[in-house]
C-alpha cells in the first residue's frame, strides 16, 4: 500500500513552484528597496514562546499548535507564526544595541497550525511576513503598509483592500476595555463559550468571534475609536495622512481587533475583493505590538509588523486572473544522429551550460523525430542538429524555432554564436 501525503499539507510541483519563486522573487526586491533584512529562525522554539509571545487566550495556543516532547523530555513546538521567534531572536541577539534602529527584519517560511483544512486554510503553510522593532514613529508604521501595499501590487494584483483600525495605547484600551465588559456583561449568556470566558480575559476578542458574528450586540458595540485618547487619536491620524501621501488607499473599520494585550495603535488587514476568492478573504494581517518585546525578556521597544501566506496570495492571483512570463524556457535542444555525434553532445551541452544557456539533450536514445517532439515539448528557442557528416565536417546546424530559419555553422563557433544569438532575442 503506498503512503499518501498528510492531511492539510501540499506537494509544490514544477509547474507550480514556479508561481511561487515569482513572488518570492518580488517580496525579495521590494525587501532590499525597504531594507529590510532577511532572517531564518528554528522551525520549532520551546512551547513556552507562543505560549508567553503569542498569548493563552488566542485559538493559535488553545487549539492549534503541534507540540510534541523530544527524547530529552522538552516541549517543543512546530512554529505556528513568526512574530514571537522574530522577537525572541533580537533579545537573544541584543539587536537592540545595534545602532540601526529601527531593525527591520523579513523571513519567509513554512508555518504550521492543526486546523480544520479547507480553502485558504492548511497545516502547513508558508508566512512571508515583516517585522520593524524599535521605533514608535507613525512613519514606519505607513511603511510597512506600504511595503506589503507594493507587493501585492508588483504582483499585478489590484482587487485588494487595506482596512485599517487604530487600537490606541494602554490607557484608550482600559477605557474601552471597560465600556465592552459594561455592554457584552448583561448579555453574555447568549454568546458561544469562549465569548464568555473572553469577557473578563480579553473582550476585545469577543469583536473577532466568527460564531457570534451576527448577534445584535456585535453591531451596537461601542467603537474603539471613541476611547482613543489625545496621544493615540493625533497617532492615528498621522499614519493615515502618511498613507494618503502616499497615495494608499484603505479603509476603517473600528471592529477589526487584534486581540493580544501587547497589540495597541495600528492594526490592519489586506482583503482580497475579487470574485470567486471565495469564503476566507483575508490574505494578510499585522499591527503594532509595543509591550511584546518587554514581554519576552527583553527591553521596553516598541515594534510593528505582518504577515500574510503564500497560499491565499497565490489564490488571490488566481481569481484575479494574472499570468506572467515564465523566463525559465529553454534556449537551446541539441538533437544528435549516430552514436558518435551523441558521445559528442555531452560535452557540448555542458559548454552551453558553463556558457549561460538553458540546455537539454536526450537521454532515452531517441530517434531523430521524437527529439524534436522534446525540444517542442520543452519550447526551445533554437533546437541544434549535429549527425555523422556535420561531425566529421566539424559543423553543426542551428533552426531558429520562431522564424524556422536554419543555419550550418562551425562547430568549434557554436557556443559563441549560440549566446549571440541570444542576446539578439
Ligand atoms: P484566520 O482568521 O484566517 O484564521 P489568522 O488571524 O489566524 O487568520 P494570522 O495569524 O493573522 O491569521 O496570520 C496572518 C496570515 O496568515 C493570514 O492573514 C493568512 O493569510 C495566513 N494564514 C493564517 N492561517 C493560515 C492557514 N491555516 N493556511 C493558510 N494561510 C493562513
Ligand atoms: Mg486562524
Redesign the pocket.
Known amino acids: 500500500m503506498s503512503i499518501n501525503i498528510p492531511r492539510g499539507t501540499q506537494d509544490i510541483l514544477p509547474g507550480t513552484v514556479e508561481k511561487w519563486q515569482h513572488i518570492e522573487k518580488i517580496t525579495t526586491e521590494i525587501c532590499r528597496n525597504y531594507q529590510y533584512k532577511e532572517i531564518r529562525t528554528p522551525i520549532f522554539e520551546h512551547t513556552e514562546l507562543f505560549q508567553r509571545g503569542v498569548g493563552d487566550t488566542t485559538?493559535?495556543v488553545q487549539k492549534e499548535m503541534y507540540t510534541f516532547t523530544d527524547r530529552g523530555d522538552r516541549s517543543l513546538t512546530l512554529r505556528p507564526?513568526g512574530t514571537a521567534a522574530v522577537v525572541r531572536s533580537f533579545v537573544e541577539n541584543k539587536m537592540f544595541g545595534d545602532p540601526n534602529q529601527p531593525v527591520k527584519l523579513y523571513y519567509n517560511g513554512p508555518?504550521f497550525?492543526y486546523?480544520r483544512p479547507q480553502s485558504?486554510?492548511?497545516?502547513q503553510?508558508v508566512?512571508f511576513g515583516v517585522e520593524a522593532i524599535g521605533s514608535e514613529d507613525p512613519a514606519i508604521d505607513a511603511e510597512v503598509l506600504a511595503l506589503v501595499m507594493d507587493i501585492y501590487k508588483t504582483a499585478g494584483l489590484q482587487k485588494v483592500e487595506l482596512v485599517l483600525n487604530s487600537l490606541g495605547d494602554k490607557d484608550s484600551r482600559v477605557a474601552y476595555r471597560n465600556a465592552l465588559i459594561e455592554h457584552f456583561q448583561p448579555r453574555i449568556g447568549e454568546f458561544c463559550e469562549d465569548c464568555q470566558s473572553r469577557l473578563e480575559k480579553n473582550p476585545m476578542r469577543i469583536l473577532d468571534c466568527k460564531k457570534d458574528r451576527e448577534h445584535e450586540l456585535m453591531k451596537s458595540a461601542p467603537s474603539i475609536l471613541d476611547y482613543l485618547n489625545e496621544y493615540s487619536r493625533t497617532y492615528f491620524e498621522k499614519v493615515q495622512s502618511y498613507l494618503t501621501a502616499l497615495g494608499i488607499d484603505f479603509t476603517i473599520d473600528p471592529t477589526l481587533v487584534r486581540g493580544l494585550d501587547y497589540y495597541n495603535h495600528t492594526a490592519f488587514?489586506v482583503m482580497s475583493r475579487a470574485d470567486g476568492f471565495g469564503a476566507?478573504t483575508?490574505?494578510?494581517?499585522g499591527g503594532r505590538y509595543n509591550g511584546l518585546v518587554s514581554q519576552m525578556g527583553g527591553p521596553d521597544v516598541p515594534g510593528i509588523g505582518f504577515?500574510?501566506?503564500m497560499?491565499?496570495f497565490l489564490a488571490a492571483m488566481e481569481a484575479e486572473g494574472i499570468a506572467w512570463e515564465d523566463d525559465n524556457r529553454l534556449d537551446c535542444y541539441v538533437v544528435s544522429l549516430g552514436e558518435e555525434a551523441k558521445d559528442y553532445t555531452v560535452k557540448l551541452v555542458h559548454d552551453l551550460r558553463t556558457a549561460g544557456i538553458k540546455a537539454e539533450r536526450d537521454y532515452q536514445n531517441r530517434k531523430m523525430k521524437a527529439q524534436f517532439k522534446a525540444a517542442d515539448r520543452l519550447q526551445a528557442r533554437f533546437v541544434a542538429i549535429l549527425g555523422e557528416d556535420e561531425l566529421k565536417e566539424n559543423k553543426i546546424n542551428i533552426k531558429d524555432m520562431e522564424t524556422g530559419e536554419q543555419q550550418e555553422i562551425a562547430l568549434d563557433q557554436f557556443v559563441e554564436t549560440l549566446r549571440k544569438k541570444m542576446e539578439e532575442k
Not at 120 to 123: E, F
Not at 282 to 285: A, K
Open positions: 485559538d493559535i507564526e508555518m497550525r486546523e485558504g486554510r492548511y497545516r503553510f508566512q488587514e476566507i483575508t490574505l494578510c494581517g504577515a500574510f501566506s497560499e491565499r
